[in-house]
């Protein structure tokens, strides 16, 4: 059910007192994913309720910040597109920021695993990584959105056959890992790439933003 409150652009008096576990506000370009090469600014929550061996993001490091306070952090770039993600942002009431940000005129994205189902009208562009090719016993609750990005380990696709027709666009994205040889992963981005050239209803995705070696 949408929440009137963010319909009408109406601000709570409690939504800049509203705390958030925060990793890290920062500037940069969309590195992967059909909004890749836009600027955003990236709102990284703290905890995930998914503890994914590839995962690049330390989440159990975080400050606690109000809303108000993620607010001027986030005013001191000229960027108007905000992505929350993580660690895990839906476990969060994102709510009072979304509200607060909403207000400011900025365009609301987020990455999440999906595990939680996201209330209609908080958000303006939904992307659900899903995790069970690594947790088969994670139920996906957030089955629809505008894109559906999947990080390839050698799954068979037809494991997102009853997930993908939720999505509009639909992304493989060969797993990096940063420990990893570089024929390693070349090995990991030309399996992904012959994959995708069978299967066309699926596009390719790279984290270029790893190769320019940036946030």
Known sequence: ???????????????????????????????????????????????????????????????????????????????????????????????????????????????????????????DWICISPKDQVYPNVSIKQRQGDELKCVYVGQPLSMYDDLKDGFTHLFLQPCYDEAASVEENGRGFSLTEAIVKEHPEWRLSLQTHKWMGIL
């Open 1 to 123: 059910m949408k929440s009137p409150s963010l319909l009408n652009g109406e601000v709570l008096p409690t939504d800049d007192h509203t705390v958030y576990n925060i990793v890290e506000i920062f500037h940069s370009v969309q590195g992967e994913g059909y909004r890749s090469g836009i600027p955003h600014v990236f709102v990284r929550f703290g905890v995930c309720n998914l503890r994914c061996e590839w995962c690049d993001t330390n989440f159990d490091e975080y400050e606690q910040k109000t809303a108000a306070e993620i607010m001027d952090a986030v005013s001191e770039f000229a960027c108007k597109n905000i992505i929350f993600t993580g660690g895990e942002p839906m476990l969060n009431d994102l709510w009072p920021l979304a509200r607060l940000l909403k207000r400011q005129g900025y365009h609301l994205s987020v990455e999440s695993n999906g595990t939680v189902a996201i209330p209609d009208g908080l958000l």
